[in-house]
């Protein structure tokens, strides 16, 4: 049974950084994509950084580029975001995303709350 258990979210000030971490388990964590999605209230679920297997490879949604930083941790089955100069539209639920393709996870975390307060 996979899981994927975000951790790392909170409340921040505009400007500030967090780092959210996705722990994975069930199945073999080095074999698949990974990826983060955010969800704002009354918006769609989005991407918005993904990352292949090895690590060789990164993808980010525009808004974001030069402030996320996507990474993976495959000895430890572990996901990271690094979040910098954060925005208030940056406010959303974060999911983490397993699967074959980056932007079509197969599975999904429950979500971590990041808030960005100005």
């Known amino acids: 049974q996979v899981q994927l258990a975000e951790s790392g979210g909170g409340t921040v000030q505009v400007g500030g950084s967090l780092r959210l971490s996705c722990a994975a388990s069930?199945?073999?964590?080095?074999?698949?994509?990974m990826g983060w999605f955010r969800q704002a209230p009354g918006k769609e679920r989005e991407f918005v950084a993904g990352?292949?297997?090895?690590?060789?490879?990164?993808y980010y949604v525009d808004s974001v580029k030069g402030r996320f930083t996507i990474s993976r941790d495959n000895a430890k089955n572990t996901l990271y975001l690094q979040m910098n100069s954060l925005k208030p539209e940056d406010t959303a639920v974060y999911y983490c995303?397993?699967?074959?393709?980056?932007?079509?996870?197969?599975?999904w975390g429950q979500g971590t709350q990041v808030t960005v307060s100005s």
């Open positions: 995303g397993q699967g074959r393709r980056v932007y079509e996870p197969d599975y």
């Open positions: 069930g199945r073999t964590f080095s074999s698949y994509h």
């Open positions: 990352i292949s297997w090895s690590g060789d490879s990164t």
